[in-house]
């Protein structure tokens, strides 16, 4: 998250860290608890990657700090079966985690509710984007989850920001934050992590997915993030998890 604050403790406990192991595990993403054998996240999160080469932990707050948290192998991934891999657009960039593992519900660590159906577009609601992604231009990830309120705007409006950044393609079943002051967004590493709107309680409305970096890679907050619209895949979501 660019120009974020640090979260509380417990404050999305649905929030997971998705990591990869590449000789150690390190975070590579975000992801949402469904159930406790379950979790939500983007197709390119975990694209071309072996299962036995993720894991999840729930409960966390500070990647140096693990204690209390809850950690479950990923047993095996059900990425979008229309995934668009390969174009700028990412068009249904959703996947569900099946876990090995059961992971206990309970204080810090609780199952996301999603939105009831797909009747709200949440424009003009200002909701929080939240993930141990990158705050800056350097490689770096934050230690403690980050957040960061943001506007929720139309697909029109985000269509509109989006001219002039090649083979950018919003479509209905994406859901965009922009900050106004251009100074707070989604950066690499959020990405399947939660969009979290406030609707009767907190919801998760949207996975991260993609944002407009610079040729340099600096993430570009002045340009919305771009997030998969979870109501539009309640049905799929219901079919393929556990």
Known sequence: VIGGTNASPGEFPWQLSQQRQSGSWSH?????????????SASHCVDGVLPNNIRVIAGLWQQSDTSGTQTANVDSYTMHENYGAGTASYSNDIAILHLATSISLGGNIQAAVLPANNNNDYAGTTCVISGWGRTDGTNNL???????SIPVITT???????????????????????DPAGNTGACNGDSGGPLNCPDGGTRVVGVTSWVVSSGLGTCLPDYPSVYTRVSAYLGWIGDNSR
């Open 142 to 148: 934050p230690d403690i989850l980050q957040k960061s």
């Open 28 to 40: 590579s993403c975000g992801a949402s608890l469904l159930s406790s054998t379950s979790a939500l």
């Open 156 to 178: 029109a409006q985000c269509t509109a920001a989006m001219v002039g950044v090649g083979g950018a393609n919003i479509w209905d079943n994406h859901i965009c934050v922009q």
